[in-house]
């Protein structure tokens, strides 16, 4: 079982940046695909982004796309969320999980499936 750590959370403005960061333990990273899912009070979990193992694909739901990009860095284990342009919609518990090399795609809710490791998840609030 992969562990995974997340944090970069905080408050931010609307309109604002956060950087999140994904970091894994346990296994080697380029085995995994990563995702990035949010839960917002009262909500479902929901995807958010995913990449494949070696970084050469990626993917994003549909409320994010154009204002967040996914990244990572094999070498220190470790997967980034960059979220620019923030809405106070997007608020909530990040998570980040693993699954085997490839990302399970939808174009509905909740994006992402099949995810099988998971981290305890970081806060992010966008508010004025």
């Known amino acids: 079982q992969l562990q995974l750590v997340e944090s970069g959370g905080g408050l931010v403005q609307p309109g604002g940046s956060l950087r999140l960061s994904c970091v894994a333990s346990?296994?080697?990273?380029?085995?995994?695909?990563i995702g990035w899912f949010r839960q917002a009070p009262g909500k479902e979990r929901e995807g958010v982004s995913c990449i494949n193992n070696f970084g050469t694909s990626s993917n994003y739901a549909n409320p994010v796309s154009g204002r967040f990009t996914i990244s990572r860095d094999n070498a220190n284990n470790a997967v980034y969320l960059q979220m620019n342009g923030l809405k106070p919609e997007d608020t909530g518990v990040y998570y980040c999980?693993?699954?085997?090399?490839?990302?399970?795609?939808?174009?509905?809710?909740?994006?992402?499936?099949?995810?099988?490791?998971w981290g305890k998840g970081t806060l992010v609030t966008v508010s004025s």
């Open positions: 346990g296994g080697t990273l380029d085995d995994y695909a």
């Open positions: 999980a693993a699954r085997p090399r490839f990302c399970y795609y939808s174009d509905s809710p909740p994006y992402f499936h099949d995810m099988e490791d």
